[in-house]
């Protein structure tokens, strides 16, 4: 262990939350070097929604690369790529009536928010873009702007123009806060002015698995329109099935005008980002927002097969939302024995509870490694025990894990009891 403390910058953060060396993996269970096992209840961040080392993505890549495929391809025309457009095509966009242009950027979800950013100003001819409270969209310079989160923002070390906040969804209780977005746009006072773009997770992820409702979301896309305002969804996180279905925002009967995807998109924990935009917005000059990296071949071999095995029909679909059920039950019957000390966040395989203050979650989250669950927190006081485990997970050991999480929280709980008196 000692080469990361000596060698490896500071930054290094998910390690110090689980300070073993990882071996193995498979689907939703890791193996350090002394051979003890963890229920994977973090999942990558949202990157492994198909689970670690997905046998049916591991036999396509390796016959890719055994067949001296395409590695490294820049923007050009590959097999490869073309494959799996046409898959994405033929499978997500065309039964979902979405009439988008695919764009390829550097392989980060946040390369693909930067290049989001752009195409809306340079589309509008206007700068500001708002985001939202808790909202997280990444953490180079044009993202990090629109992410609410100040401890993302102050290593930036200069301010971040071009952004206004709003409060999402539930933010101020019961008040629609889109009354309150309106208010500022007519009012030539209020310091908004005339946005280019909103952008907006349905289910914010880190900012603590705050979800917008339907009407909120409706709402929104129809302030966008007549404000003449860009939506971009930034479905990074939430997307690829974890809401129980491909983009977190189907049930709502939305389009936004501009979609970013990364994370589980290549099926396998490859790096792959892509935006996808409405026809008449991809008004890109050949090479204008490039990079090294942009399309990924071995990540389109794994991604077409993911979305070969995943999502040919909606059997996959159901699965998560069986799962998304259970896991819902198990955490309301759990903030039910400690009354109202925590409370229910999320949906979809993306749910957790929200206890007093960050130092609790903590310990909950500490308690489960030593336990064999790896869980985190997110919320901007990391108060919220986040469930991302991969979707893919079988039952037994869901279940298994939620009963480990469930013995934590209550032994966590009762020695805050316990303190207190």
Known sequence: MGIYKDIESNVRGYCRSFPVTFKTAKNALLTDDQGTEYIDFLGG???????????????ALIEYIESDGITHGLDMHTEAKGAFLETFRDLILEPRDMNYKVQF???????????????????????????FTNGF??????????????????????????????????YLGDFNTLSYFEKALKDKSSGLGHPAAVIVECIQGEG??????????????????????????????????????????????????????????SGYGLPFALVLLKEELDTWSPGEHNGTFRG???????????????WADDTFSKSVQHKASIIRRRLKEIQAEHGG?????????MQGLECANGEVAGKITE????????????????????????LTIEEDQLLKGLKILEACIGDVMAEQISKAS
């Open 45 to 59: 961040a949202g990157t492994l929604n198909y689970g670690h080392n997905n046998p049916k993505f591991k036999e």
């Open 105 to 131: 950027t550097g392989p980060t979800g946040t390369n693909a928010v930067e290049a989001a950013l752009k195409i809306v100003r340079m589309n509008t001819g206007r700068s500001t873009v708002v985001s």
């Open 137 to 170: 969209h990444g953490v180079t310079q044009g993202a990090a702007a629109v992410t609410a989160n100040g401890y993302y923002k102050k290593s930036i070390g200069m301010e971040l123009p071009g952004v206004q906040f709003m409060p999402f969804d539930g």
């Open 208 to 265: 603590g698995l705050n979800v917008a409702s339907k009407e909120w979301m409706q709402g929104l896309q129809d302030l966008c329109k007549r404000y003449e305002m860009l939506l971009i969804v930034d479905d990074i996180q939430a997307g690829c099935g974890r809401s129980g279905t491909f983009f977190s925002f189907e049930e709502f009967g939305i389009q936004p005008d501009v979609i970013t995807l990364s994370k589980s998109l």
């Open 296 to 310: 990924n071949n071995h990540a389109f071999v794994t991604a077409r097969r993911a979305l070969e095995c995943y």
């Open 341 to 349: 000390q925590l409370k229910h966040k999320g949906r979809g395989i």
């Open 367 to 390: 308690l489960a490694f030593t336990r064999g669950l790896i869980i985190e927190t997110s919320g901007s006081d990391s108060q919220v025990v986040k469930i991302l485990t991969p």
